[in-house]
């Protein structure tokens, strides 16, 4: 698959939707391109799965649209899924399969060729340092171990955007920093979008930050910019998610 190189990675432009009469996320804009990696935050209820959901492909907005390499997807959601990998925040793991037999059906769900199976799933493994428990049952392995089986069931297609919801959740702090240090290489070579409500593992990985509160959008920016300005991202994000905080007038 080549997507053309010339679009973003992902665009969303005036994402909108309701349930019932209550509008939940209201016209979020997004634009991400290889080497940007985003932490995308918000209270609980803030709309950010039902923002992921829609990015994903997995629920239809009301109003808006995403692009994903330039390719709708409304319009064309096949195509358009092949650019994406996601890890929900529950991973869909077998766990009665091995590592090989859950990433070699990984890698046909995504639509690889039989040829390309196995350079895939050996290159994956190797990226995700799972290549010493191939013939072990996902079952038996330690939570970390999962995790990254969970990561690369996400990435074995090679897609050009991976969005993941709370990947370090319930990991302990050496799994943590394996996984941190997999999303900050991947992060070279891919748009990423992380859902996360650790503060300081946004500041560690991410290099752009979102912030969503009350399905709006109140902050849009680059983390260096943060800094510069010696804004602290935690005061921030209790700043702009208090009761009826208005939006900085510095947020996008
Ligand atoms: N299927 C649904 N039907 C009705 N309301 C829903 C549905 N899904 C989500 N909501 C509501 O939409 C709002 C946003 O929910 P959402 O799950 O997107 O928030 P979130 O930011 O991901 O929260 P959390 O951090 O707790 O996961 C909440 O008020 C939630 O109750």
Redesign the pocket.
Known sequence: MTPNNTYPVIEADGLKRC??R?V?VHEVNLKLGCGDVLGFL??????????MRMLTGNLAPDSGSVRICGVDLLKNPLEAKRYIGYLPEIPPLYKELTVDEYLQFAARLHGLANTSVQIALDEVKQQCELSDVGKRLIGILSKGYQQRVAIAQAIIHRPQLIIMDEPTVGLDPNQIQKVRALIRELGKTHAIILSS?ILSEVESVCNRVQI?HQGRLVLDDNLDNLKQRNMNLENIFTQLTAENAPAWEWAQ
């Open positions: 349930f019932g209550h939940v918000g209270p609980n209820g803030a709309g950010k799965s039902t923002t409500h969503m």
